[in-house]
């Protein structure tokens, strides 16, 4: 009713200046509002919403769609711009600042998607929240993974307190989208990628609902705080939601906390830890774009309708911060790319963390439990009594630290007969240098050995868990169409965590170059028998070696090929198959010379 009022009033006092264009009777309760947020609209009926606010607030707001589902259903686009700044070369000349918010990568957690209309509905026709829009670009994805979403059951979320029915956490090929980030495999991510890069968001929200245990706060939160993430970023990051936005989201009558992941799942006294995102997450592959994020989890046992608020609430904060902003955000993603693109050679960059076994104390806000020994599952059975607020202070092992670091090289070199490398480059948009003649150079090269892929499929993939790393230097020739991939470039954190095999998400261990481990060509056991023959026959210390693993290997005696391979792997033959040898190779600043010359 208090909205119906105020477009009466607002339409009688501005209908001849066009700024309000919805009939003033009109009824502009969202499909959950309607229903008492006891369910959420189809894809079709947010799609017919959304058209119909669109074409009842042109100057402010516009549906589009950044590409197409395996099912093939449009995958949504809403900007709102006050002045009509509705593609990414006009957002990017205005000097606004442009905020990118997703819903529905998970389609289960869908409150994004509700609070997306109501907030939108109140930019396009509330004068005071309007103004909001001269000072930010709002891109919002009501629904990312849409097929997902129509595969709705009341049975996709059992551990999710509404809405009567729920869309499914994958895509229609299976696909967990918030696990493609970096390896691109699902259309709808290669179209997102096409996307940030045209509209080079400086701000991005990712919105979910998490599980886990029970506590008080309705929303919990994750940034990016360490690793490569610039620190011009880093600190508006820190002191914009730490400082302003969470506690104005607070004051709202909110009750916000870091991301709550227990030690313990029987015990949350015990502590949190830091998760460790990295890449193949949203917040952390926007963060080796140098860009500021927040990964928004809503609590999946509070009410449908407190969840949807929380999320509206949460980003009507954002956007009053950022019109308070006068360009600092803008500024340091300014910065941040600047000061990316001249680290240079030489640089020291981590691409693997772990957890800290350090803490800090943290105030817990959450609920008396009890556990008792279950003859079902072996373990403990946890009890939460909401009606029992309490609070503890426990540990928060909050930090991330490197595992494992690279040394930045003048280029990386992708030799011509590895397309789909250069493919996955230019989704990201990395900027790479044709060469469009034979090179000689003298390299630096990886050598991969002992392979150990885990066992399990994890997003189509065996993943490439382990193996041993060597440097070396070489003289090697290239085709013409290599490609060069410079670090002067403000991607290069990105470019060396999909290029950089150490890199927990890069194309090798997502399995991108299994066959460089794949032996082509064998020996017949006759001709490896007389090959063993000559080789033992001219080295006493080879047939030494072979003698100890005869009688120290059961296993190694026991079969003939192991034993007859043990020669051929040692001779030139296997050698000149270079398995295990890394295509990628490094340049150094002559090197890169030479090849540009």
């Known amino acids: 009713m208090r909205l119906r009022r105020f477009l009466l009033a607002l339409a009688a006092c501005c209908a001849s200046t066009g700024v309000v264009h919805a009939e003033p009777t009109a009824d502009w309760r969202t499909p959950a509002e309607k229903a008492k947020f006891q369910t959420t609209p189809s894809y079709a009926e947010t799609k017919a919403w959304l058209q119909r606010l669109a074409e009842a607030a042109p100057r402010r707001i516009r549906l589009s769609r950044f590409g197409v589902s395996p099912e093939g259903r ?34 289960g957690e869908i409150e994004g998607k509700d609070a997306a209309l109501m907030l939108l509905r109140d930019l396009a026709f509330e004068r005071k929240r309007a103004k909001l829009l ?53 259309p709808e991510m290669r179209d997102w990628l096409a996307l940030f890069d045209a509209w080079q968001p400086d701000l991005f929200l990712d919105i979910h609902t998490t599980d886990g245990a029970d506590f008080q706060y309705d929303l919990t939160w994750y940034m990016e705080q360490w690793g490569p993430l610039p620190a011009s970023v880093q600190e508006w990051q820190t002191k914009a939601f730490e400082g ?73 904060a954002t956007l009053e911060r950022l019109a308070r902003d006068d360009g600092a955000l803008r500024k340091a993603v300014t910065q941040a790319d600047t000061e990316v693109a001249a680290r240079g050679a030489g640089t020291s960059l ?28 072996g373990d403990a059975f946890v009890y939460y009594d909401p009606r029992k607020p309490r609070t503890w202070v426990i540990p928060n092992f909050r930090d991330l630290v490197p595992t494992r670091s690279v040394t930045l090289p003048s280029a990386w070199l992708i030799p011509a007969g590895w397309p789909q490398l250069v493919d996955k480059l230019r989704q990201h948009g990395v900027r790479m240098e044709r060469v469009d003649r034979p090179l000689e150079l003298t390299v630096e090269r990886y050598q991969l050995d002992q392979p150990k892929w885990q066992q399990a499929s994890f997003e189509g993939h065996h993943l490439l868990r382990d193996f041993n790393q060597t440097a070396v230097r070489a003289r090697l020739d290239f085709a013409p169409g290599a490609m060069l991939v410079p670090v002067d470039q403000p991607l290069v954190n990105l470019a ?52 100890a693993r005869l009688e120290n290997d059961a296993e190694f005696a026991r079969s003939p090929s192991a034993r007859l391979a043990f020669f051929y792997d040692r001779s030139p033959w296997y050698a000149a198959q270079r398995i295990g040898a890394y295509p990628v190779v490094r340049l150094d600043a002559a090197a890169l010379a030479a090849a540009r010359r």
Request: proline fraction near 5%.
């Open 496 to 547: 060396a965590n999909l290029l950089e095999p150490a890199a927990a998400d890069s194309l090798l261990r997502w399995g991108f170059l299994d066959a460089i481990f794949e032996q082509k060509e064998y020996a017949d056991p006759r001709v490896a028998e007389q090959l063993a023959r000559d080789m033992l026959a001219k080295d006493p210390a080879l047939r030494r070696q072979f003698e």
């Open 350 to 377: 981590a691409v693997a963390f772990e957890t800290s076994k350090q803490s800090v104390p943290f105030t817990f806000k959450g609920y008396e439990f009890k556990t008792e020994p279950s003859a079902i599952s």
């Open 244 to 316: 302003d936005i969470l506690p104005a989201f607070e004051k709202m009558g909110h009750l916000a906390a870091p991301y709550l992941d227990g030690v313990d799942h029987r015990d949350i006294t015990k502590g949190i830890a830091n998760f460790g995102s990295g890449p193949r997450f949203s917040t952390g592959y926007v963060a080796l774009r140098n860009r500021a994020a927040l990964l928004v989890e809503t609590h999946m046992l509070k009410p449908y309708a407190v969840r949807v608020k929380a999320v509206h609430d949460l980003v009507l």
């Open 74 to 107: 449009d995958l949504m686009l809403v900007v709102a711009a006050g002045g009509g700044e509705f593609t990414p070369q006009a957002a990017r000349a205005s000097g606004k600042t442009i905020l990118l918010v997703q819903s529905g990568i998970h389609a």
């Open 134 to 186: 001269d000072h930010t670009i709002l891109v919002w994805l009501p629904i990312f993974n849409v097929d997902g979403h129509e595969n709705a059951t009341p049975f996709n979320r059992i551990n999710q307190n509404g809405p009567a029915r729920m869309g499914y956490r994958a895509t229609a090929q299976n696909l967990n989208l918030n696990r493609d980030y970096m390896k691109a495999d699902a």
